[in-house]
Structure formats: C-alpha cells, structure tokens
C-alpha cells in the first residue's frame, strides 16, 4: 500500500498481536521499506521472513553461535550479522551467500551499516570497546573508538576523569546522516565521535553510575532515545552549535509509573511522534506507547504471557515486530473490518444463514430466439438526430 493511501486520521499505533512467526530468535529487525523482517536465532542462522505472507524467504547458515544483532543495508541488498563467535558476516541476499567475514578478538555486542554505504561497519564488542571498520580498502581498515579524558584535566562530569585503558562502550549507533557516531558507555556517559576524522567531539552526562543499553534515532535524526539500567526512557533533541557541535535537550523521561519495571528494547515510531519501550518485567509481555511531545502514555499493548527480549517498529505502516524469550517474533496490527457494502451498494451483509426466497421469474428460462429478434428489431429502427425539440416536450414524452 503507498503511502499516501494511509488514512491520515486514522490510529497510528497497533491494538493487537495479528500473527506470530514460529522461531527461535535471539534479535528482530524490519528491512528499510518494511517489506522484509531478518530474525537472528540462537543456532548461528538468520532467517528472513517476507512482512506480508508470513513466509521464510532466506535462511542463512553461517555462525556458530547465537546472533546478537542483525543491520540492514540502506538499499536492503545485504545483511549484517554479529554473532557470539567473534563474527559479524555481510550476507548477499539476492544469492543468500556469504560476501565477506570480518573476526574480532572477543564476542560481539553488536553491529551496524553505515546509513550510507555497506562499506562502514560499526562494531561493539563484549569487552567493551568499539571500532569502525572501513572495507573500502583493500585490507579492511579498523579504528577504535576511544574514551578520552576531557582536554586539561577536567572532569567527566561525576568528578572523576575518564580511564582510557580498558573498554567502557557498551552500545553505539550512527547518526540518521551517518555523519557522527554515538556511543553510550557503562558510567552514564553519551560520546559524540566524527565519522571521517574518528575524534570524540563532545561528552554528555546521561545517568549517574548507569549503563546506557539501548539508543536509537529517529529517521530523521532530529531525536534520540536512551534506555540505561536506572529504568529511565528518556528522549533528546538534537540540535547544532555555532561550531558545529551536536548538542542535546532533554525532553522526556519516561517510565513505569506502578511497577518501575526495567527495560528491554526501545524504539521511535516510523514517523518519530511516538516512542516505543518493551517491558522487561518477566511475567508479561508488555510495550508502552508514549507521546513524544507530551510525554504522555498513548497505550499499553498486553501480548503473551512470556518475557519480551526484542522489538521493533514497521518504518510506515503503524506495525510492530515484538521478540519473545522463546524466540516467537509476535506481529502486531489493526484488524480491518471490511465493509464490502460501500463498493456495492447493493450488497447486504448477514450476520447468519438465512433462506433465501427467489422472485417468481428470476430463474425462468426465456427463449433466446425471442430475445434476438427483439433485438434486432430494434437495431432496425431509425433514429431521428436532425429534429431539436424544446426541453418541455422531451420532458412530456
């Protein structure tokens, strides 16, 4: 369906689990244009499911261990997978074979495409550090990414100067530009790094003495959402400085009011006017919609009573893709009622079986011979088109 042909109006959030894809996955993520869903499983295999008619499409054999992310390229032409086995793989999709394999020292965290380009990878690793690959050349290039401490001795914000002889980045994700990388670290702190010259360009205290887990953007780039272990959504504006330096204001913090219950995944909506968080409370399987202006709770979608690991938002349809503990990916939607009487006016809708009684003559047999003749007749007939008569004589007649 285009775009434009979306009702307007209409509720731009889901109501309900429509269909559920039997797996076993470990990590969820729709294709660019939605068409696609790639579901990495804890076996090494990534499968990708066809959005509409619910059907495997590829099955992609190549790690040995469970998958921890799973990227699509901006063009949806390749996949990419990390695995717990040092591996992350950039799969062709229109073969299903494997294009390259890059190894790491440690398992991985997580990997992403560059929004750009399939070329730039970015990669966190279970020791916590963070590397951008460039395979443009020959060799494949690898940086890290390094937390620095602020220039002259200054303090990082909690009073303590930032170590940079171990690792502390546990997730990073680039700009919707591509043109800076984020990354959240295990002490609170949101690192700004430049993508052509890998310099940190600015350091930004989230939480105090807490783990950034998730950050995603929305598809413009304009806002940011973070998810630490303090239990906190909170939501950020992202906006430039006079030098050139992204800057950040808080416009949300939003969490579970009654149970205060942890957080396992967030998200924006496709359009970016809601956000998006999955409950990590172990007996449900919960997401909560919020507003992004006004911070208010638009919805709670109760699913399956199992914990919930994963999810994602379809980026134009108002669709969901919520991953349980069990590996079943859930899909929810609005159930459509069709109103066929508004293509026809005629037609009449039944509730139950009722006996129909036919017209005296709806199935008479009419003599076909009788029914060519009169035809014809007609056909024979002239037709007078030089005679003009007034308006009220051929109301008469």
């Avoid at 509720?11 to 269909?19: G, L, R, S």
């Avoid at 040995?64 to 990419?80: H, T």
């Avoid at 956000?275 to 507003?291: F, M, T, V």
């Avoid at 129909?356 to 008479?364: G, K, V």
Wanted: charged share 25%; with cysteine.
């Amino acid at each position: 369906m285009n775009v434009e042909l979306l009702n307007p109006f209409g509720q731009n959030f889901p109501e309900t689990v429509v269909a559920t894809l039997e797996d076993a996955a470990l990590c969820i993520r729709y294709s660019p244009t939605g068409r696609f869903i790639a579901a990495g499983r804890y076996d090494g295999f990534t499968t990708v499911w066809d959005a509409e008619t619910k059907g495997i499409i590829r099955s992609l054999e190549g790690h040995v261990k469970g998958i921890v992310s799973v990227s699509w390229s901006r063009n949806a032409k390749y996949l990419l997978t990390a695995s717990k086995d040092w591996n992350c793989v950039i799969w062709d999709l229109a073969s299903g074979e494997r294009r390259q394999t890059i190894r790491f020292d440690t398992p991985l965290l997580g990997a992403a495409f560059h929004p750009r380009t399939s070329k730039v990878i970015l990669v966190t690793l279970a020791s916590y550090q963070c590397f951008l690959v460039d395979l443009r050349l020959k060799e494949g290039s690898r940086t890290e990414l390094l937390d620095l401490p602020p220039m002259n001795g200054a303090s990082n914000g909690n009073g303590a100067a930032a170590k940079s002889n171990k690792g502390s980045i546990t997730i990073a994700r680039f700009s919707a530009d591509g043109k800076t990388i984020w990354a959240g670290t295990n002490s609170g702190n949101l690192l700004v790094y430049s993508t052509k010259t890998k310099e940190l360009l600015s350091r930004h205290k989230i939480a105090n003495n807490s783990s950034i887990k998730h950050m995603e953007f929305d598809r413009a780039g304009n806002f940011l959402v973070l998810n630490s272990t303090e239990r906190i959504v909170r939501v950020y504006a992202i906006s430039r400085s006079d030098d050139g330096k992204p800057e950040l204001e808080l416009l949300q913090k939003l969490q579970d009011p009654i149970q205060k219950s942890p957080w396992n995944a967030v998200s924006f909506s496709g359009d970016g006017e809601y956000i998006l968080a999955g409950s990590g409370n172990i007996a449900s399987h919960s997401l909560y919609i919020w507003d992004r202006t006004t911070g208010d709770l638009e919805k709670i979608l109760e699913g399956p009573k199992e914990p919930l690991s994963d999810l994602d938002w379809h980026p134009i349809r108002p669709h969901i893709a919520s991953l349980a503990l069990s590996g079943l990916v859930h899909l929810w939607g609005r159930h459509v009622t069709e109103n066929y009487s508004a293509f026809a006016p005629g037609f009449e809708e039944l509730d139950e079986n009722i006996e129909y009684e036919e017209r005296e003559d709806e199935f008479d047999i009419e003599d076909e011979e009788e029914e060519r003749r009169k035809r014809l007749l007609e056909e024979d007939q002239k037709i007078d088109v030089d005679t003009v008569e007034p308006p009220e004589q051929r109301l008469v007649k």
